[in-house]
């Protein structure tokens, strides 16, 4: 018999997100997703001074911090007219490069990893590593003193649980050396953003940060160690996971979506606006055919969505009224789909769309793109980023020795009259676009789609699921007390949720079989 | 030296504390014997201080600042310190094994509650978590606490940047009138102050010395103008115009909409990050987050404001016969500035 059972809060993500799933012979049938919080910052930009946007839409979200920044500064770039000088944009991709390199590891640690291990095997772990040893000390004198918060309480581990007490111990402590590291990564971030979360520096038009050496110094030295522990750990703890205790999970189809996904493409690499790190494309169907992103190909559906009406538009054309007694519908979040498709965007969609060489070759090799994947999509990335922040840091340097340091297009400064703009780029958590009308000197509209829109949408008017429900479906759920699948494979898209829902508001008339954790 | 050494060698792990403890009571200006006793109340404790942290309308910026503490180290703070029983960023369980976490804890009583995020005014249901409105959560979760600490502009005041949207978010202060609170505004929180606060209530069971506002003087005693290191700049009128000028690079951010000569805040001595910089130190001009206008008052952020009509009424009320003298002297060298800056516009 087809029993449901709600998992609300979803915890160690980002944002209030419930998450709904319909459970027969051990298995998910069927799943629904709902964010449950309104703060309304695009109606509250209305009206407003159009270079506030950048400030307050940074506030979107602390974790991926500087994402919507930097979103909202291209979109007004584009509105402004301004042209970014070449300092100012290696300044936004170093402060936004080293929040990325705080934002994976940190995912994998902090937000994830407590999925996978089995913490207290760590009791019985029998070798003489030193730290280890520490670490084991630590935790058993958390156990005796009957107060393991936050590691507890937790589901109870089922059969992906790895509980090998080597591995377990070693990725305790490599949990609490990235507490130290994401925190560093931060600080590189804010030597040149001012403060992170929420750095103050990035503009339209550039940035307000003139880097010195001395600055440049201070990130290098940092990058080292960050670099290293990327390198050395946690990219080697996703490859030991991914294919030891956990390559049954990585090649079974826990977790799959649709096959289509989405990258707009993110951090240009030179002055040329198609030279990007991350490459832009859509993958519709085939992981081997990448197609040009065709901006216009966007809407947002409404169909399942408490919104009026039942049209799908334009972001620029969007609308956010309210009806909260809409039939059939059932989430506050919007369906956006590109060509009519559900598109999986982040970490695992840019790395298909990048062709990434390992991790090609590990599909070739029976890595199915689910939930482990997405964590190795994830790692790979991070590497990525590494190369990219050292050569523009390398960059930014020798323009600093030759005193040609010009970051920001101060010709461009005042508001427009009136104008329109859009700012295309990738976020941590994939896909992320802002657009801007521009009317009297004043914003008129703005409207966000964001990653957790695409990931965690609804159904859309033509009942198609979105990719984060979709990929819910066939998830085993031995044990329905403990549906770890069904949060491993929602903690796989690194849902952030704060900002993907526009409005929301409680559910109030669905009364569900049974609530568990 | 690495976290691991740290965590294995115990000595220096208890003098790290200890050095803590000495920074903490350095922090609000107490005694160097005080820090003995922060150590001393928190190794008396046979258990751990109980946390509860709850997030409301909120972008989980200020968990992400407190997981950027680097000073105690964050590992030892969460395994070591605090015994932190409900956080929706970190914790291990979900759903029900999450809300009967918070709910055991809340049996027992007498712990640190924490808010981020603001709570909408307008409308319960804007924000929920697990099927309750979040003001019902909080008001629950408020009633056996000891004390509560707002942290961030969301759950101060008038609710920082939600606080200017249809949702109304408001301050914790707006809903919970019988408890003690602790007002920590800035967006996000400061990691230092937070984590301070939190040891010094430990350790003494009662609440800072704070302004009218209820913020700690310590961190919210001076005004962030007094202490800027542009304030020479400001003196002598120079004010940024350009950021690619190095000449102007370390000139006054008034007229790109400095919100410093109204913002109470030790951001100009204490800077974020573990002293990586800070808005002002970055070019950029301070937003006043710590202050109650923050947002809607202070927006648009970058125009220069007119400052000097609206200060009498926003001060600290406790510091205002100094500020206002401050203003009085403020308002003549603008006034003089301001004629330089247009003067040499004329010339152009
Ligand atoms: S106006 Fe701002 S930048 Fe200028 S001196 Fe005052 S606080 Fe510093
Ligand atoms: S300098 Fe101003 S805007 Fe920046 S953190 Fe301090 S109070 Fe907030």
Same mark, same amino acid.
């Given at each position: ?133 520490? &670490?084991?000390?630590?935790? +058993? %004198?958390? #156990?005796?003193?009957?107060? !393991?918060? $936050? =590691? ?77 522990? &990327?390198?050395?750990?946690? +990219? %080697?703890? #996703?490859?030991?996971?991914? !294919?030891? $205790? =956990? ?271 | ?348």
């Amino acid at each position: 018999m087809a029993q449901k059972i709600k998992i609300d809060p979803v915890t160690r993500i980002e944002g209030h997100l419930g998450v709904t799933v319909e459970i027969e012979n051990g298995k998910v049938k069927d799943a629904w997703s709902e964010g449950n919080m309104f703060r309304g910052l695009e109606v509250l930009l209305k009206g407003r001074d159009p270079r506030d946007a950048s400030y307050v839409t940074d506030r979107v979200c602390g974790v991926c911090s500087g994402s919507h920044n930097w979103a909202s500064a291209l979109a007004l770039d584009d509105a402004f007219g301004a042209d970014v000088p070449d300092a100012g944009r290696l300044v936004r991709n170093l402060i936004l490069g080293a929040m990325w390199l705080h934002d994976h590891p940190l995912h994998f640690y902090h937000l994830s990893a407590l999925d996978y291990i089995d913490v207290m095997a760590v009791a019985k772990y029998k070798g003489n590593d030193p730290g280890l040893k520490a &670490v084991r000390s630590k935790i +058993v %004198k958390l #156990v005796q003193a009957g107060d !393991t918060a $936050p =590691l507890t309480p937790r589901y109870a581990p089922d059969e992906w649980n790895v509980s090998d007490p080597e591995l377990v111990t070693t990725a305790v402590a490599h949990y609490l050396q990235c507490l130290e590291i994401q925190a560093k990564a931060k600080r590189m971030a804010a030597l040149l953003g001012g403060k992170i979360p929420h750095n103050a520096s990035i503009v339209v038009g550039g940035t307000t940060m003139y880097p010195t050496m001395q600055t440049l110094d201070a990130y290098r030295g940092i990058l080292a160690e960050v670099a290293a522990f &990327v390198k050395n750990v946690y +990219v %080697k703890d #996703v490859v030991t996971f991914g !294919t030891g $205790p =956990l390559l049954k999970l990585a090649t079974s189809n826990v977790g799959v979506s649709g096959l289509n996904y989405l990258s707009y493409g993110g951090f240009q690499n030179s002055s040329s606006k198609d030279d990007m790190l991350l490459p832009a494309g859509a993958i519709l169907g085939n992981l081997g055919s990448i197609e040009k992103v065709d901006p216009e190909a966007i809407t947002e559906h409404v169909a399942y969505s408490w919104y009026d009406g039942d049209a799908a538009l334009q972001p620029a054309q969007g609308e956010t009224a309210v009806n909260r007694d809409k039939d059939k519908a059932y989430s506050f979040i919007k369906a956006p789909r590109y060509q009519d498709k559900a598109m999986e965007v982040g970490p695992l969609a840019r790395m298909l769309v990048a062709q990434n060489e390992t991790l090609m070759g590990l599909v070739e090799k029976g890595v199915k793109p689910g939930a482990v994947a997405r964590h190795a999509a994830r790692a790979l990335e991070t590497l990525t980023i590494v190369d990219g922040v050292t050569k523009w840091l390398d960059e930014l340097t020798g323009m600093v020795g030759k005193g040609d340091v010009k970051i920001h297009d101060d010709s461009k400064w005042n508001v427009p009259d009136s104008s329109t703009g859009k700012g295309l780029t990738e976020a941590p958590r994939g896909a992320l676009g802002h657009w801007i009308n521009i009317k009297g000197g004043k914003i008129e509209n703005y409207q966000l789609v964001v990653p957790g829109t695409w990931n965690m949408s609804p159904r859309d008017k033509n009942n198609v699921r979105g990719p984060m429900e979709q990929a819910l479906i066939g998830a085993p759920v031995p044990d329905a007390k403990n549906p770890n699948n069904v949060v491993r494979i929602i903690r796989s898209f690194d849902p952030c949720i704060s900002c993907a829902v526009h409005i929301i508001e409680p559910k109030t008339n669905e009364i569900l079989k049974f609530q568990i954790g | 030296m690495g976290l691991l050494e740290e965590l294995a060698a115990k000595q220096i792990e208890r003098r790290d504390f200890v050095k803590f403890c000495a920074a903490v009571s350095a922090v609000f200006g107490m005694p160097k014997a005080f820090a003995k006793d922060i150590a001393f109340a928190a190794e008396a404790a046979t258990k751990k201080p109980a946390v509860i942290w709850l997030e409301g309308q909120d972008c989980a910026g200020c968990s992400e600042s407190f997981l950027a503490t680097l000073n105690p180290s964050l590992a030892e703070l969460l395994l070591g310190t605090i015994s932190l029983r409900y956080h929706e960023t970190v914790m291990a369980g979900a759903g029900a094994v999450a809300e009967e976490a918070r709910l055991k804890t809340m049996e027992e009583g007498g712990y640190v509650l924490v808010v981020e995020g603001s709570i909408p005014a307008a409308d319960d249901r804007f924000c929920t978590v697990g099927g309750k409105s979040f003001k019902e959560v909080l008001t629950e979760t408020a009633k056996n606490a000891a004390v509560i600490i707002a942290a961030g502009s969301c759950a101060t005041f008038n609710g920082g940047i939600p606080g200017a949207s249809p949702s109304k978010g408001r301050g914790v202060a707006y809903f919970i009138k019988d408890k003690p609170i602790i007002n920590l505004p800035t967006c996000p929180v400061k990691p230092a102050r937070l984590v301070a606060t939190i040891m010094y209530y430990l350790a003494s069971g009662k609440a800072p010395a704070m302004d009218k506002l209820n913020r700690p003087l310590a961190f919210y005693g001076e005004l962030l103008h007094d202490n800027c290191p542009r304030r020479g700049q400001f003196e002598a009128g120079h004010f940024l115009q350009d950021w690619n000028d190095p000449a102007q690079r370390d000139y006054c951010l008034l007229l790109k909409g400095c919100k410093g000569p109204k913002t109470y805040t030790d951001c100009a001595k204490v800077w974020w990050n573990e002293g990586a910089n800070w808005c002002i130190g970055a070019g950029a001009p301070c937003a006043g987050c710590s202050q109650p206008e923050f947002y809607g008052g202070f927006s648009p952020l970058y125009d220069k404001q007119d400052i000097f009509n609206g200060v009498g009424k926003s001060v600290n009320i406790d510091t205002a016969g100094k500020a206002l003298v401050g203003v009085a002297a403020v308002g003549a060298v603008v006034h003089g500035a301001g004629r330089l800056v247009l003067g040499n516009k004329d010339k152009k």
